[in-house]
């Protein structure tokens, strides 16, 4: 059955890979049968990644609700901008952070060094997790570069009349670009 519609289908790669989620999709429906498991539909969702297609994916002949996006291992799956909502949410939680700790950031006790290490911990991870899995794209790393040149003035307390080269800003800090933070991980 699967190679005729195949063999019907060899010009248009997205019917072909459409159709074979169905039949898989179909074949694991079955085989949790045979095993005692029901799949519900009413909490199985499609997410459909960048595709004009919208033809229903049906489990028993009804169609499963389209998800826009979801949480998936503490990034944010997207059917439209991919990892950039998972980029601008990280940067969220990070700012979030970051304000949350603003006592820190404000107190004449700590030393600058002691300041940096806490925003590493805190912040960046908060910021970083995941990063692994991001496409580098340069308009990523900018995002995430700009997010932390914005938080080092705070924590060196320069004012925002005060100008500093992001280059020396990173050079007091001691931290490494963007771009070496996402591939060390």
């Known amino acids: 059955m699967i190679i005729q519609i195949l063999s019907l289908c060899n010009n248009n790669v997205i019917i072909i890979i459409i159709v074979l989620f169905k039949f898989m999709l179909y074949e694991a429906v079955q085989f949790a049968a045979s095993v005692g498991y029901n799949i519900h539909k009413g909490k199985t969702k499609v997410l459909k990644f960048k595709t004009e297609n919208n033809s229903p994916i049906t489990i028993d002949g009804e169609p499963l609700e389209d998800e826009e996006s979801f949480p998936y291992l503490g990034s944010i799956i997207d059917e439209q901008e991919g990892l ?102």
Do not use: M
């Not at 603003?102 to 030393?111: H, M, R, Y």
């Not at 960046?124 to 080092?152: D, H, M, N, P």
């Open 84 to 185: 950039d909502a998972d980029v601008k949410e990280k940067i969220g939680k990070a700012r979030a952070t970051f304000l949350q700790l603003k006592n820190i950031w404000n107190s004449k006790q700590l030393s600058t060094n002691i300041k940096v290490r806490i925003f590493n911990t805190n912040v960046k991870t908060v910021l970083l997790y995941g990063a692994e899995t991001w496409r580098t794209t340069t308009t990523t790393i900018k995002k995430v570069q700009v997010f932390i040149s914005g938080c080092l003035p705070k924590i060196l307390n320069i004012h925002w009349l005060d100008t500093i080269s992001n280059n020396l800003l990173w050079e007091r800090t001691n931290q490494l670009s963007a771009e070496e933070e996402i591939s060390k991980r």
